[in-house]
């Protein structure tokens, strides 16, 4: 079974950086294929992708928030983390991590997965002065 | 990269069917067969109920299909249940290695 489960400061300042750990459990990082993304909601707002990490340490990073995300990856704790700069109140949500999974392959062909299942609890992060 | 397209707001009597459409562009939605679709009932972690467009994970209800034409994906839910009431959120990978997600639908069950 995979489970994720998302920790973090629930307060931060203006301009302060945000750092969210997200622990998981039931996989491994370091077999091909597999991902970790960050995916955040504004209170009664919808879903905004934020960023993914790679089994391979590749990633990627939503293209208006590129300059003030880093991911990064301890395989050997089962941990990614996420951090954004420059925090301000319209960064208020709740952080959910994610597991990309490891794709599927049917008789003919293989096929990388671009979806997100399971998902963590949430966090949420209020920025307040 | 611009949010998809969905409509706020859909509703159905239980037993009928209903439709949330999702609109993209050529470089997300038309480009690829990687649209998912995710219920996220209040106060609760969003849950995958269509991947690749069209694939049921398991132990979700054959209630639910999804289809796409062009830039336009759809999720279907028929025998509308109370259950179903949720917010539905699309995605599509994209042009750019990245995915984007669209503005959510509320279901309501009349």
């Known amino acids: 079974q995979i489970t994720l489960k998302e920790s973090g400061p629930t307060l931060v300042k203006p301009t302060q950086t945000l750092t969210l750990t997200c622990t998981f459990s039931?996989?491994?990082?370091?077999?091909?294929?597999?991902?970790v993304g960050w995916i955040r909601q504004p209170p009664g707002k919808a879903l905004e992708w934020l960023a993914l990490?790679?089994?391979?340490?590749?990633?990627r990073y939503s293209p208006s928030l590129k300059s003030r995300l880093t991911i990064t990856k301890d395989t050997s704790k089962n941990q990614v983390v996420l951090t954004m700069t420059n925090m301000d109140p319209v960064d208020t949500a709740t952080y959910y991590c994610?597991?990309?999974?490891?794709?599927?392959?049917?008789?003919?062909?293989?096929?990388?997965?671009?979806?997100?299942?399971?998902w963590g609890q949430g966090t949420l992060v209020t920025v307040s002065s | 990269q611009s949010a998809l397209t969905q409509p706020a707001s859909v509703s159905g009597s239980p037993g009928q069917s209903i439709t949330i459409s999702c609109t993209g562009t050529?470089?997300?939605?038309?480009?690829?067969?990687?649209v998912s679709w995710y219920q996220q009932h209040p106060g609760k972690a969003p849950k995958l109920m269509i991947y690749?467009?069209?694939k049921r994970p398991s132990g979700v209800s054959n209630r639910f299909s999804g289809s796409k034409s062009g830039n336009t994906a759809s999720l279907t839910i028929s025998g509308l249940q109370a259950e179903d009431e949720a917010d539905y959120y699309c995605?599509?990978?994209?042009?750019?290695?990245?995915?984007?997600f669209g503005g959510g639908t509320k279901l309501t069950v009349l």
């Open positions: 994610a597991h990309r999974p490891l794709g599927y392959c049917s008789s003919t062909s293989c096929y990388q997965a671009n979806w997100f299942d399971p």
């Open positions: 039931g996989f491994s990082l370091s077999t091909s294929g597999v991902g």
């Open positions: 990490i790679y089994w391979n340490d590749d990633k």
């Open positions: 050529s470089s997300d939605v038309g480009g690829y067969n990687y």
């Open positions: 690749d467009v069209s």
């Open positions: 995605s599509s990978y994209t042009s750019s290695s990245t995915w984007v």
